[in-house]
């Protein structure tokens, strides 16, 4: 299986995988979806190659995702482990240690426990990292490259979500995430004749041909569906 194959529709806007080893950008506003097609990317996916990922909680904690999850018709893999670091965002003052650190070790301790089969890295999310860490805008970008570079070396597939105020529109490239990421994935709302739909839309993927038109992102008795239709 490859992971446009997870999804229903979602091989209708990629014509190619998203390669091995990139780390791609889950953008969007609340209730777009990020967390859930996340998820759903990385179960379907360990599920039916027998490899093994890590889905790393910043902003709920494990009950509470899963449940969120569930009533989404999506379900857990067994070889999708859920590293909950939520508490971390009641007790970080007390924390003296590298939140990113502590982070990056608890991936590449799953990667020699796991070895070669352990192939995919979630974080949710970037602004709840961001919240936790008391470093200078001018800074996050390095210490970011730091996070991500290792992840690459070891050929982890890693979904990080980065939830937005606005669409990014077509000045998604002034985020300086994006210049650290391989692709990005922009999930939005939009309404139109007070009807209101979810859409998809693959603003970048490296290495991997794909259309950028927005697709629309629903969630149906079976988990997400892509399709194409009628947006803006």
């Given at each position: 299986?490859?992971?446009?194959?997870?999804?229903?529709?979602?091989n209708?806007?990629?014509?190619?995988?998203?390669?091995?080893?990139?780390v791609?950008?889950?953008?969007?506003?609340?209730?777009?979806?990020?967390?859930?097609?996340?998820f759903?990317?990385?179960?379907?996916?360990?599920?039916?190659?027998?490899?093994f990922?890590?889905?790393?909680?910043?902003?709920?904690?494990?009950?509470?995702?899963?449940a969120?999850?569930?009533?989404?018709?999506?379900?857990?893999s067994?070889n999708?482990?859920?590293?909950?670091?939520?508490d971390?965002?009641?007790?970080?003052?007390?924390?003296?240690?590298?939140l990113?650190?502590?982070?990056?070790?608890?991936?590449?301790?799953y990667?020699?426990?796991?070895?070669?089969k352990?192939?995919?890295?979630?974080?949710?999310?970037?602004?709840?990292?961001?919240?936790?860490?008391?470093?200078?805008?001018?800074?996050?970008?390095?210490?970011?490259?730091?996070?991500?570079?290792?992840?690459?070396?070891?050929?982890?597939?890693?979904?990080?979500?980065?939830?937005?105020?606005?669409s990014?529109?077509?000045?998604?490239?002034?985020?300086?995430?994006?210049?650290?990421?391989?692709?990005?994935?922009?999930?939005?709302?939009?309404?139109?004749?007070?009807?209101t739909?979810?859409?998809?839309?693959?603003?970048?993927?490296?290495?991997?041909?794909?259309?950028?038109?927005?697709?629309?992102?629903?969630?149906?008795?079976?988990?997400?569906?892509?399709?194409r239709?009628?947006?803006?």
């Amino acid at each position: 299986m490859r992971f446009i194959d997870t999804i229903e529709g979602l091989n209708e806007i990629f014509s190619t995988d998203i390669p091995k080893g990139s780390v791609v950008l889950i953008t969007g506003a609340p209730g777009t979806l990020k967390s859930g097609i996340t998820f759903s990317i990385l179960s379907k996916y360990l599920n039916n190659v027998g490899e093994f990922g890590t889905y790393i909680t910043l902003e709920q904690s494990k009950d509470n995702h899963l449940a969120n999850m569930e009533s989404m018709g999506l379900e857990l893999s067994d070889n999708l482990s859920i590293s909950d670091f939520s508490d971390y965002r009641l007790q970080y003052d007390d924390f003296s240690g590298d939140l990113l650190n502590l982070i990056e070790t608890n991936i590449l301790q799953y990667k020699q426990k796991m070895g070669d089969k352990f192939t995919c890295v979630a974080l949710d999310s970037l602004g709840a990292l961001y919240s936790l860490l008391d470093v200078e805008p001018q800074r996050m970008r390095k210490r970011l490259y730091h996070l991500f570079e290792p992840l690459r070396r070891e050929n982890l597939t890693t979904f990080v979500i980065l939830e937005t105020t606005e669409s990014l529109g077509m000045n998604y490239a002034d985020n300086f995430e994006s210049y650290l990421a391989d692709g990005i994935i922009e999930l939005g709302i939009h309404m139109k004749d007070n009807t209101t739909k979810r859409y998809i839309q693959a603003r970048k993927m490296r290495a991997s041909a794909h259309s950028m038109d927005p697709f629309i992102l629903t969630v149906s008795d079976e988990g997400l569906k892509v399709y194409r239709g009628n947006i803006f």
